[in-house]
């Protein structure tokens, strides 16, 4: 899809917040084998290129259940799994050691590509693998012996970050060493999670065959906290499932957020990172969006999201002096560092009521029943603080108001101190809700 010149220089306005955060950052990219087999993996190749030249430090974690499966398939090995995990005999381990060189040669050549008008040009990465990941035998689990597969036992996140400070990409592998000189066959899911945790990553990123986590009714879960997810979990069939439990191994070992995007999305790497709503599932412990008392910083947000709704008529106009003034009276929605709602309560405590004003929500989030989560808390702490009956002035917005509980009143059954400050010009409707 071709974008005009303008859409090109707003997204790229848009994403210049994220480009600052990100950078510095250490990112840890799950890539499954399914992932590594399709046929746009080049563009994602490109993609994480493009985060390395914004001062991403990236780990690259790559499976290869596919690749292994064809293999065992054309030397006619017999192999079973037990909970979705691979037995690993030595000979299915010749396999898995035979797929992952094969792909850890194709992941490094792709990197170094520097071709004149490729999206690559330029580039000059740098990557390097090696003996990071130290494991140990998963050994006999419920009677069965899983033989060469094995977990994660240690990761050497010193060596790591070190390469990583160098400028390196560093690339990990579903295989393991152990202090014995085994190999081990590791579930890469595991892998990617240990080494995002021990290196404290800002994100783990995994790739799978869908766009994020989808519920039953095959709706597309946008962002959850860990409990939901967690409650999600016995709804999902294996591959979903794994990569689920892994963003919320990561979350709960310290890893600020995990995303789950699909690869046959094009792109969906730099939506994911580049854009507020991103293109598949996000896993926090704390909320991506969440809705909170105001505080003085939150100031310039306000102003840039009720001065249209101000130049319109619907709301009246504040300076940013006044709001500062009364910014301990504001409620905002936030969502991952951007104001798209808000409200004030102003009480009159002799009358025992409060006023709801500058109740705002974003266009573009207008769908998603903010305004009334805006409400509840408002009415919730209003009632904390004695407050009997609600009271707002309105000129566009009376059925919203009706539709939750107001009541239409006459100007004179206001507080005498805002009947004083009642603009007749503006002709305001008056609306009243007993708490």
Known sequence: ?????????????????????????????????????????????????????????????????????????????????????????????????????????????????????????????????????????????????????????????????????????????????????????????????????????????????????????????RQMRVHQARALLPQLSAEPKRLLHAAINACEQGVNRSHIIGHATDGALLQELFTRDGAGTLITQQGYEETRQACIEDVGGILELIQPLEEQGVLVRRS?????????????????????????????????????ACVAIHPDYRKGNRGDLLLEYAEEFARKQGTERLFVLTTRTAHWFVERGFNEIQVDQLPDAKKELYNLQRNSKVFEKQL
């Open 1 to 221: 899809m071709k974008i005009s010149s303008a859409e090109y220089v707003n997204f790229f306005r848009h994403s210049s917040p994220y480009i600052n955060a990100h950078r510095g950052g250490t990112f840890v990219i799950h890539l499954c084998g399914a992932t590594l087999a399709y046929d746009g993996f080049d563009n994602i190749i490109h993609d994480i290129a493009l985060l390395n030249s914004l001062g991403v430090r990236l780990v690259l974690v790559f499976g290869a259940r596919p690749q292994i499966e064809q293999r065992i398939q054309e030397r006619g090995i017999e192999c079973t799994f037990h909970d979705d995990v691979r037995l690993t005999s030595k000979e299915v381990l010749d396999s898995v050691k035979d797929a992952v060189g094969n792909l850890r040669i194709r992941i490094e050549s792709l990197l170094s590509m520097g071709l004149a008008n490729s999206p690559m040009h330029g580039a000059r990465i740098r990557v390097v693998s090696g003996n990071f990941v130290t494991a140990k035998p998963l050994g006999v689990v419920d009677g069965v012996d899983f033989q060469q597969t094995g977990e994660v036992r240690r990761i050497d996140h010193e060596a790591i970050s070190q390469l990583l400070s160098d400028g390196y990409v560093v690339l990990l592998s579903c295989l393991g060493s152990s202090p014995t000189g085994e190999v081990f066959n590791l579930p890469v899911e595991q892998v990617a999670t240990a080494t995002a945790a021990a290196l404290r990553a800002q994100k783990l990123i995994l790739f799978g065959a869908n766009d994020g986590v989808c519920t039953d009714s095959g709706e597309l879960q």
């Open 320 to 356: 940013r002096k006044q709001l500062e003034r009364e910014i301990g009276l504001f409620t905002v929605v936030e969502r991952d560092g951007m104001i798209i709602g808000c409200a004030s309560l102003h009480p009159f405590s002799d009358a025992r009521c409060a006023e709801l």
